[in-house]
């Protein structure tokens, strides 16, 4: 399991019965997980010092209840050393359990930010193509260790916030296009116009609609994205990676997407496997998802 250990201002304290407690810079929220099974003793006094419960309603959705919790609050993650310095993250909770953040990609930043910096400091470009790049994580990241991105969301409000989270990492000066549109259908404009990246990133929901009522549903659309998205890696490609919170696609099927689509043409090596977060004291693991990453050899 690839972890994310490496926060400061994010923890996960406690996980019971179908919840997890977290701490975001100081401020507890309690939130629904189902990967949570389990119905362990809540021995922490952190459950009972709450400053937000999002609360699962039975008919679906369900809504937030607040204590002590500002409208808007600011964490910041350090990204490896010689690879840009801190990211910080403006934070909110917002429609069905979401803060604007997902910490488990930590580990993904690393990942790809040292790749990143290293390539820049052989004085060689780095494009970045990052699809459904919801509030810009991966994009602050990628730009931080000197790569030029391109950001792609079908929701205005979630590039805007992308945007506030750039200007307070003091990115708002890196070279960043940040488009609102259907991931898709840009990615068939891209290959009309003969553009290339040297990487790409995809984060794509299970479910969701584009700025014009286009369907996606990851089932169904994931492997002719990639597919499409092959034609569009140069032939100096850095790397690849693809995001699943979907239970339905594991690690392994992430890997033979890339083996069958990407290493083919570019060779270099393909892994894969689960997410996770420590829990603070328990010393276990709260998976958070997958990913499968292919990298160049060079």
């Known amino acids: 399991m690839i972890l994310a250990n490496r926060w400061e201002d994010y923890k996960v304290l406690d996980t019971s019965d179908g919840e997890k407690l977290e701490d975001w ?24 010092h709450l400053n937000a419960h999002y609360h699962r309603s039975s008919k679906g959705g369900g809504e937030w ?29 917002f429609s069905f359990k979401h ?3 997902f ?3 930590a580990a993904n930043w690393d990942w790809f930010s040292k790749l990143i910096a290293k390539r820049v400091a052989e004085g060689r470009e780095v494009r970045v193509l990052n699809l459904f790049a919801y509030t810009g994580g991966a994009t602050l990241a990628a730009a931080a260790a000197g790569a030029r991105v391109t950001h792609v969301d079908a929701s205005k409000g979630m590039v805007n916030w992308a945007k506030e989270n750039a200007q307070s990492s003091k990115l708002s000066d890196k070279p960043v296009r940040w488009l609102v549109d259907d991931c898709g259908k840009f ?7 003969g553009s290339r990246y ?42 690849f990676l693809i995001n ?29 496997d689960e997410i ?13 998802g997958a990913c499968g990453r292919w990298q160049s050899e060079s």
């Open 244 to 272: 699943s919170y979907t239970t339905g696609l594991q690690p392994g099927v992430l890997s033979y997407m890339l083996n069958v689509l990407i290493k083919p043409g570019f060779g270099g090596t393909t892994t894969a």
């Open 198 to 239: 040297e990487a790409i990133i995809m984060d794509p929901p299970s479910y969701g609609r584009g700025p014009k009522g286009e369907i996606w549903k990851i089932e169904d659309s994931i492997y002719d994205l990639v597919k499409l998205c092959a034609g569009l890696l140069s032939e100096e490609a850095l790397f």
């Open 99 to 101: 803060t604007g953040l």
């Open 276 to 288: 996770g977060i420590p829990l603070e004291k328990r010393g276990l693991v709260l998976p958070c």
């Open 103 to 105: 910490p488990e990609q």
């Open 25 to 48: 810079g100081g401020y507890i929220l309690l939130r629904p997980d189902p990967q949570v099974i389990w119905k362990t003793p809540k021995e922490q006094k952190a459950w009972k």
């Open 65 to 93: 209840e607040f204590f002590d919790l500002p409208h808007q609050w600011q964490i910041s993650y350090k990204l490896p050393e010689g690879c840009g310095g801190a990211l910080t993250f403006n934070l909110k909770p």
């Open 187 to 193: 990615v068939e404009r891209e290959l009309r116009r």
